[in-house]
């Protein structure tokens, strides 16, 4: 863990002069004292303040791996399912397309809902279950409406979950903490993924890939009684959305945010870097499908226990990295492997090989998830606005993610897969080109508690 850094209120003018003062970011007068929302006490190694139980912050990490669980199977491997129920590369695209739209208009208020509710855990154990009925009408209704339904349904639902496991998080540990513990997150939530993916997959291929789905719902009950586990009496509200010191119990004006140009810079990135990404997988899941009957769920586990083993590996160093080397640094490799990973896939049609890929998708995905939530948090300090934002952030992100499903899909189905990957490839290049010549550096821009 990085000691606590001098706070300094001097303009920072380094990448391009774009950083504010810590002062203006916060609307407060240069020279401002910073009181400390901390305890004095050096946070233990899990990256928790003496405020949080060792029961609460394990539960914290049960429930990130068992979400991980819940989510998987309503992801990659729903565009392998209906292909086996004979539905086009359109039409897939547009299942997963109605459940992102639904995901973007629900993200932001979902985010402006976690920072004004203390009912967090609520939110999470009604997003769970919604995911669980979702899936349950998918595996017994695999026709084109029930299917659009259960994806607005879980799209809608689901998206208060990474705002809610966010400011949880933040209200336990604290500011000081949060980098160790977002780390901490994803490496739970990609072991997550790992046991959901290897459990799918032979499922699909012993089973059938409809039992995928009764996985889902049956995965709901451990995450709703691991959800129990979290003492609500230990998270620190403000905290958890933003607010420290005199500005607690206070927000700040969203237009704001909106003219806080490192944060609307970052939004530019974050979209194009999920409108490259977001349809890479499915479109990989979809040709890996095509002549390989049982043996395709096979393969798109093999496709994401690959992802989510390197971000298992990735993501605590991440965090670690993140506190004393900064973001940005970590960020351009996360941007840059995309555009190669996208170029490779139309050099070889080797099934192993393409397998292989995903680690790339592991790099990428593992120090994306975990640093951008601190770029977020490093520019919401002290605004009463960090969920809002970060809803706001992944509304956008929502976006591009939908946009990018149908726009490949439909470039795949009338021009083949090459041209598809290539596509996303390029707005992989122009979004790396752009993180690099305008983002500025954002840890030193906060200010530190303890």
Request: a positive charge; one cysteine or more; aromatic letters at 6%.
């Amino acid at each position: 863990m990085e000691p606590p850094a001098e706070r300094s209120d001097s303009l920072t003018q380094s990448e391009g002069g774009l950083m504010k003062r810590d002062s203006d970011l916060r609307g407060e007068p240069a020279g401002a004292a910073v009181p400390s929302r901390e305890p004095s006490g050096v946070p233990t190694p899990a990256g928790a303040s003496s405020r949080a139980s060792s029961r609460t912050l394990h539960a914290l990490d049960g429930l990130n791996f068992f979400l991980a669980d819940v989510q998987t199977g309503v992801g990659p491997f729903l565009a392998i399912y209906l292909a086996g129920f004979k539905w086009n590369e359109e039409r897939v695209g547009l299942a997963l397309t109605v459940g992102g739209i639904a995901g973007i208009l629900a993200q932001t208020p979902a985010g402006a809902l976690v920072d004004s509710l203390r009912a967090k855990r609520a939110l999470v154990g009604l997003a769970v279950a919604a995911i669980a009925a979702g899936a349950l009408i998918i595996a017994l209704c695999p026709s084109f409406w029930p299917v659009m339904g259960a994806q607005i349904l879980i799209g809608g639902t689901s998206s208060v979950l990474i705002p809610a496991i966010c400011a949880i998080s933040l209200g336990l540990v604290g500011r000081a903490a949060f980098d160790a513990r977002q780390g901490r997150n994803q490496t739970f939530n990609s072991a997550g993924n790992v046991t959901a993916a290897v459990s799918m997959g032979l499922l699909g291929y012993f089973l059938s890939n409809r039992s995928v789905f009764f996985f889902v719902v049956a995965l709901s009950i451990p995450t709703l009684l691991i959800l129990i586990g979290i003492r609500p009496g230990e998270i620190d509200h403000e905290v958890a959305r933003g607010a420290v010191g005199e500005k607690a119990g206070q927000a700040e004006s969203v237009r704001v945010l909106l003219k806080d140009r490192p944060l609307v810079i970052f939004l530019v990135c974050a979209v194009l870097f999920h409108f490259a990404n977001a349809a890479m997988l499915p479109l990989l899941g979809e040709l890996l499908a095509k002549g390989q009957g049982r043996s395709s769920m096979l393969f798109m586990s093999a496709c994401v226990v690959t992802t989510q083993l390197v971000i298992t590996v990735l993501a605590s160093w991440s965090g670690r990295q993140a506190g004393t080397r900064g973001r940005k640094p970590l960020l351009l490799i996360a941007f840059g492997v995309l555009p190669i990973r996208g170029v490779l896939y139309t050099l070889t049609s080797n099934t192993v090989l393409l397998v292989a890929i995903q680690i790339l998708d592991g790099v990428g995905a593992g120090i994306f998830g975990v640093v951008s939530v601190l770029v977020i948090a490093d520019l919401t300090r002290g605004t009463g606005r960090f969920n809002l934002t970060l809803g706001a952030i992944t509304t956008a992100v929502g976006i591009g993610a939908a946009l990018s499903q149908v726009i490949a899909g439909s470039i795949v189905h009338h021009m083949g897969s090459h041209a598809g990957f290539l596509f996303l490839a390029a707005v992989a290049a122009a979004a790396f080109a752009i993180l690099y010549v305008f983002m500025p550096e954002t840890r030193n821009a906060r200010f530190v508690e303890g």
